[in-house]
């Protein structure tokens, strides 16, 4: 009688998954966002986000420009290996985006939008920590 072993994963490549998760999740989020924030008209996008409403155009558009680079940031130089140390400071910008963003949002009373920064801010330092070097990510070579 054969017993089947399983193998569990080692710790390096259980963090490397999670990495990777955590960066196409964030990409995803951010991108996303980046995205409906660039696109939709004003009054729109005020009907989903109050803030945008209140603020200049240019303000919530630029706003749309760093979630986009955030969200391109912290998944394209990893995954193509082309200047990938560029990830970590994705991260890092993402991990300071949210902070300021629980700020702003806590200080409007918008404390129902709380829990959603948290849960980047800490998927931001997880791939920051990570990338940085836990499992950094090698440059390709030419």
Same mark, same amino acid.
């Given at each position: 009688?054969?017993?089947?072993?399983?193998?569990?994963?080692?710790?390096?490549?259980?963090?490397?998954?999670?990495?990777?998760?955590?960066?196409?999740?964030?990409?995803?989020?951010?991108?996303?966002?980046?995205?409906?924030?660039?696109?939709?008209?004003?009054?729109? +996008?005020?009907?989903?986000?109050?803030?945008?409403?209140?603020?200049?155009?240019?303000?919530?558009?630029?706003?749309?420009?760093?979630?986009?680079?955030?969200?391109?940031?912290?998944? +394209?130089?990893?995954?193509?290996?082309?200047?990938?140390?560029?990830?970590?400071?994705?991260?890092?910008?993402?991990?300071?985006?949210?902070?300021?963003?629980?700020?702003?949002?806590?200080?409007?009373?918008?404390?129902?939008?709380?829990?959603?920064?948290?849960?980047?801010?800490?998927?931001?330092?997880?791939?920051?920590?990570?990338?940085?070097?836990?499992?950094?990510?090698?440059?390709?070579?030419?």
């Amino acid at each position: 009688m054969s017993t089947a072993t399983f193998e569990t994963p080692a710790p390096g490549r259980i963090i490397r998954i999670g990495l990777w998760a955590a960066q196409v999740l964030l990409a995803f989020v951010f991108i996303s966002a980046g995205l409906v924030k660039l696109t939709t008209p004003i009054p729109q +996008l005020a009907a989903m986000m109050p803030w945008a409403g209140q603020y200049s155009e240019t303000f919530v558009r630029s706003i749309a420009l760093v979630d986009l680079a955030g969200g391109i940031g912290i998944l +394209l130089p990893a995954l193509t290996r082309i200047l990938p140390r560029l990830t970590v400071l994705a991260a890092l910008g993402c991990a300071v985006l949210q902070v300021i963003a629980l700020v702003f949002h806590l200080s409007r009373g918008e404390a129902d939008v709380a829990p959603l920064n948290v849960v980047l801010l800490a998927l931001s330092l997880f791939v920051l920590w990570g990338r940085n070097g836990k499992a950094p990510i090698a440059p390709r070579q030419f």
